[in-house]
């Protein structure tokens, strides 16, 4: 178990925690307001409180859970990478991506992970541990710390500050349940991230029962599924995990889950060369995806020099893609950000990572 943070405390909890320290009550609020409205977490730099009480605070109540290690940016600075190094230190990612008008997070849930998706480099690692919600906090607080440091302003002026959050790093979030619903709870808090719930993405391989879970206990954030291919034969080489819970299932849940929420779902399809991108694999998409409240993302295959798969050729996405159009399927090609600092998907820090093991 990590250290208790100020990030654990509820309002009441953070007044008991400085009455302790020997301050009086309203610093609890005056901290709580540097570090959830003004994305202070050093309470040496928060120069309201007296100099005394600020090492005490640091001490007390904001031990690091985790330290930047390393960062790496890229596509002009648009993309900025973080390895991170966990107080027990095992390494991990978060990525932040900067657009003219937001800035998204892709946070990891998971110490690598147990899924050993054929296409994952982030599989090669295998699990290691959980993620407790307070790692999956700092990685948000962190980036807006980072983003207020360098003064990055949005197109008309304004500051950034981490608007959209997106579980796609390392690791199966649904498989972290118990943590990732703290994370939101805290995510969603008005007197803390205040984000919009429309801004949040969990995007799972398709855990069944904890997509039940997430209709049982009225989970109302989007939900993308890593679908990546459109039938179970090809669905159990790519991804282990089908076998487990196989894609009919999958889809008589995912309707289920529609049905009780009306959020429409992000399909995730990997574009590998020769593998997932034949054009009859499209028309089968079209089959499994018409009439269900849906939204395709191809995601062009990010390489890695440990595993032999090739990202498909762009004239191959792009017919794929018409044969979806066509069909009446709401389609998009995800821009990669990151590509070149192996910025997505489960690519960061991998050759760092595996040095460790
Ligand atoms: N376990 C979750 C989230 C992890 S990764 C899930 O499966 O959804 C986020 C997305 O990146 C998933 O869709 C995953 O399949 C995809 N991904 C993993 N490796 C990739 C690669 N090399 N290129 C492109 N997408 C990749």
Same mark, same amino acid.
């Given at each position: ?67 930047? /290690?390393?960062? %790496? ?7 900025? $990478?973080?390895? =991170? #190094?966990?107080? @027990? *230190? !095992? ?45 999956? /906090?700092?990685? %948000? ?7 207020? $440091?360098?003064? =990055? #302003?949005?197109? @008309? *002026? !304004? ?48 855990? %069944? ?149």
């Amino acid at each position: 178990m990590p250290p208790t943070h100020f990030a654990d405390l509820s309002a009441e909890e953070r007044i008991d925690a400085v009455t302790k320290l020997g301050l009086p009550k309203f610093r609890a609020q005056q901290i709580a307001r540097h570090y959830y409205t003004r994305f202070e977490a050093d309470p040496l730099s928060m120069t309201d409180l007296p100099e005394s009480a600020r090492g005490k605070v640091k001490d007390a109540l904001f031990p690091e859970l985790m330290a930047p /290690i390393r960062e %790496i940016s890229c596509d002009d600075g648009q993309t900025q $990478k973080t390895l =991170w #190094k966990l107080h @027990d *230190g !095992t390494l991990l990612e978060s990525v932040l991506m900067r657009y003219p008008d937001r800035a998204t997070l892709c946070i990891s849930s998971q110490v690598w992970c147990a899924m050993k998706c054929l296409f994952c480099v982030t599989g090669k690692l295998g699990f290691k541990r959980d993620l407790t919600w307070e790692e999956m /906090i700092s990685q %948000i607080l962190f980036a807006n710390t980072y983003i207020k $440091k360098r003064f =990055w #302003k949005k197109e @008309d *002026g !304004t500051n950034y500050a981490i608007r959209n959050v997106v579980f796609m790093g390392m690791g199966e979030p649904l498989l972290n349940y118990e943590n990732i619903r703290k994370s939101l709870e805290i995510m969603l808090a008005q007197d803390r991230l205040s984000l919009g719930r429309r801004h949040i993405t969990i995007s799972t391989c398709g855990i %069944i029962p904890w997509i039940e879970k997430l209709i049982e206990d009225k989970v109302d954030v989007k939900l993308a599924i890593s679908l990546h291919a459109p039938n179970q034969e090809l669905r159990n080489q790519i991804m282990p995990i089908a076998k487990a819970y196989p894609l009919e299932e999958l889809m008589k849940t995912i309707d289920r889950y529609v049905k009780a929420t009306d959020n429409r779902i992000f399909y995730e399809y990997i574009m590998i060369h020769g593998v997932t991108d034949k054009p009859e694999l499209a028309h089968q998409l079209v089959k499994l995806l018409k009439g269900r409240l849906a939204h395709l993302n191809l995601i062009p295959y990010n390489e890695n020099p440990a595993i032999d798969l090739k990202e498909s050729k762009k004239a191959d996405i792009q017919k794929f893609k018409q044969i979806l159009e066509e069909g009446g399927i709401t389609v998009t090609v995800r821009d990669s950000m990151g590509r070149e600092a192996k910025g997505a998907c489960g690519q960061l820090g991998y050759e760092k990572v595996k040095d460790q093991n």
